[in-house]
């Protein structure tokens, strides 16, 4: 089986067979995001070379693949056709397979289109866990995602009008102290957007500054002002009293400063209750800033 660089796959897909797709990351520039400073540059590897991995992890493991996770950093930046004849090589393989799913850009969506979407769809791709960060545009700007808010709600609700499943992931306290409830407000209206076109499941991560990142040069240079555990909370709230749903919530991630999972609209109060119990905590009772390694 290959694998080359870092792999990594979302906390949802722990039990997934992970069988890499490609290599690294088309985009690679955010701030705030070490994984693939170091390299390997982004490819796309060899289609035969993915079916023989897909073969080989048939012959070993049978039928106890539920789940399957196609890393790198976005596998969808594949050519449609391409990762349509993986994800059909896999549904042959395993015919009751729950799930196929991806990392995947808002650029990537793009590309494909809705036709090389409902392509993908139709061959078996199931999800895509979709970085949005935030959809506050200056803040967009400022961590060098390359996408803006609009292109964020275009994409979203193109892969949810496919029949994908759409996992995204915000990151609290990325806008800093000072803009910390427009990110919040401004990432609440690019999720409706999105709702519009079916329901997605939103995933919160908070900010951790990692090493080798231009994020944490600009705090080490007093440029960037890391929001406190109770800044970050008070912007969970407004977040989570922006959003209309209805979608699913969850915070299932060490960098939360409290774990909240739920429905929208129907858990909104119980979810406001939480936070507010967790406001009146000293910051002791959070978890100590510092510097992750990846
Ligand atoms: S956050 Fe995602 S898109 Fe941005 S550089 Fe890291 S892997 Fe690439």
């Known amino acids: 089986m290959f694998y ?70 976005d596998s969808l930046a594949m050519p449609t056709a391409e990762l349509a004849e993986v994800c059909a090589q896999a549904r042959k393989l395993w015919p009751s397979l729950a799930r196929i799913t991806v990392y995947a850009g808002v650029n990537s969506i793009l590309a494909h289109g809705p036709e090389g979407l409902s392509a993908l769809r139709e061959a078996g791709l199931s999800r895509l866990h979709l970085g949005l960060e935030s959809g506050h545009d200056p803040t967009l700007l400022r961590v060098k995602k390359g996408v803006t808010s609009r292109e964020q709600a275009r994409a979203g609700r193109m892969a949810l009008a496919a029949g994908l499943e759409l996992s995204l992931y915000v990151i609290l306290g990325l806008a800093g102290p000072e803009d910390s409830l427009a990110h919040a ?56 009293a922006g959003l209309g749903g209805p979608l699913s919530l969850h915070s299932d991630h060490y960098t939360n ?30 978890r100590p800033d510092f510097v992750g390694d990846q």
């Open 185 to 240: 407000e401004a990432t609440a209206q690019v999720i409706d957007r999105i709702n519009q076109a079916g329901e997605p499941t939103l995933r919160l991560r908070t900010l951790l500054p990692k090493r080798r990142t231009l994020l944490l040069h600009q705090i080490d240079k007093g440029r960037f002002t890391l929001c406190t555990p109770h800044q970050v909370l008070a912007e969970a709230d407004r977040l989570i």
């Open 4 to 73: 080359q660089g870092p792999i990594y796959r979302p906390p949802s897909e722990a039990d997934s067979l992970l069988v890499q797709a490609t290599v690294g990351c088309p985009h690679n520039k955010c701030s705030f995001c070490c994984t693939y400073k170091r390299g390997p540059r982004f490819r796309v590897r060899p289609v035969n070379e993915i079916i023989a991995d897909l073969r080989e992890a048939h012959a070993e493991l049978g039928n106890r693949v539920r789940t399957l996770f196609l890393p790198a950093g």
């Open 257 to 286: 400063y409290v774990n909240l999972s739920g429905r929208l609209p129907v858990d909104r109060a119980r979810l406001r209750d939480e936070i507010a119990r967790a406001l009146t905590l000293p910051r002791g009772a959070f």
